[in-house]
């Protein structure tokens, strides 16, 4: 069965390094999301990419992020400088359509991000 | 705005007892309604959906849901609780237009055994 697949399933980086996270949605989706939850807390929509650009953004979406699909098949999130409140579990997820009806977004398994 | 509330923050139940989680919504537009499950450190798993027709619908692992539009609600429930299904439980409207979900807070299921 087809899945979104995300690497690394694990990062740890220093407050105020760069670092980019890793989505390889399924092949056939053309709308592609991210999205956070931070320990103990519930998931939060991030942004979503349609068409090689932004169709949608939450507040926490700010300028230190950044989304870019480089090739066909990866999709990634970018945090420019990160904070110790970037620490979280990062979802990448893909759907096929969207609000299109009878479909739905597929998640993968996540990235945590500790941030020290 | 839209919006959606998930009453129970955290339930114990014992295994073979029922169980209903409870979800109530509030969109403009009749959403796509979706159950996810995330066991502890890992990631989102679609338990069921509902876009339209039979307004009860059936998912993976023995888990069903019902929605009602005069109460906004899209609450989950199984007859008879295995203690694998301890997790947290994610309800999670879709705008038809956004494309996105909006989760709510979550409801930490505990199996006593």
């Known amino acids: 069965e087809p899945e979104v697949t995300q690497t690394p399933s694990h990062q740890v980086t220093q407050m105020g390094q760069e670092v980019i996270l890793r989505c390889v949605p399924i092949s056939n989706h053309l709308y592609f999301y991210w999205y956070r939850q931070i320990l103990g807390q519930k998931v939060e929509f991030l942004v979503s990419?349609?068409?090689?650009?932004?169709?949608?953004k939450s507040e926490i979406f700010d300028d230190q992020f950044s989304v870019e699909r480089p090739d066909g098949s990866n999709f990634t999130l970018k945090i420019r400088s990160t904070k110790l409140e970037d620490s979280a579990m990062y979802f990448c997820?893909?759907?096929?359509?969207?609000?299109?009806?009878?479909?739905?977004?597929?998640f993968g398994q996540g990235t945590r991000l500790t941030v020290v | 705005a839209q919006s959606v509330t998930q009453p129970d923050i955290h339930i114990t139940v014992s295994e073979g007892a029922s169980l209903e989680l409870r979800c109530n919504y509030s969109?403009?537009?009749?959403?796509?309604l979706f159950w996810y499950v995330q066991s502890p450190g890992q990631g989102l798993q679609l338990l069921l959906k509902y876009f339209s027709g039979d307004t009860l619908v059936q998912g993976i692992k023995g888990f069903e849901a019902e929605f009602k539009r005069s109460q906004s609600s899209f609450n989950l429930r199984k007859p008879s609780v295995h203690w694998s299904d301890a997790a947290e439980y994610f309800c999670?409207?879709?705008?038809?237009?956004?494309?996105?979900?909006?989760f709510g807070d979550g409801t930490t299921l505990t199996v006593k055994p």
């Open positions: 997820a893909s759907s096929e359509r969207s609000g299109a009806g009878n479909t739905e977004a597929f």
């Open positions: 999670a409207p879709e705008g038809t237009n956004a494309g996105k979900s909006t």
């Open positions: 969109y403009g537009a009749t959403p796509y």
């Open positions: 990419f349609y068409n090689n650009e932004i169709s949608e």
